[in-house]
């Protein structure tokens, strides 16, 4: 059974920067796509940044800069590593695993193709004030 742990969020103000990590278990981590995904009240969750197994990166235009996603094989977790927090990066984050690397691929909702992740966390909450 796959299991996805998110653990890192919290609340901090704007400037300010977090580090999400998210546990994988019973899944062959080395293989396809793990990406950070996040869902603001009232909107559509969308892709923030996703990594596949040779760590090719693809990244939301909003977030370039100064978020990064990096992947720790032996740990067999993921990481955000979130920089100049900005207000309108609050929401719900989760992280997601694909058993096909073509779902790091930009989707209609930005980088990763939600419909090919087959497993997802419970999410953490980011809040960031102004």
């Known amino acids: 059974q796959v299991q996805l742990v998110e653990s890192g969020g919290g609340s901090v103000q704007s400037g300010g920067s977090l580090r999400l990590s998210c546990a994988v278990y019973?899944?062959?981590?080395?293989?396809?796509?793990m990406g950070w995904f996040r869902q603001a009240p009232g909107k559509e969750r969308e892709g923030v940044a996703t990594?596949?197994?040779?760590?090719?990166?693809n990244q939301a235009d909003s977030v370039k800069g100064r978020f990064t996603i990096s992947q720790d094989n032996a740990k067999n977790t993921l990481y955000l590593q979130m920089n100049s927090l900005k207000p309108e990066d609050t929401a719900m984050y989760y992280c997601a695993a694909a058993w096909r690397v073509a779902a790091c691929m930009t989707g209609s909702q930005g980088p990763g193709t939600q419909d090919l992740f087959a497993h997802w966390g419970q999410g953490t909450q980011v809040t960031v004030s102004s």
């Open positions: 990594i596949d197994y040779d760590g090719s990166v």
């Open positions: 019973g899944y062959t981590y080395s293989r396809a796509c």
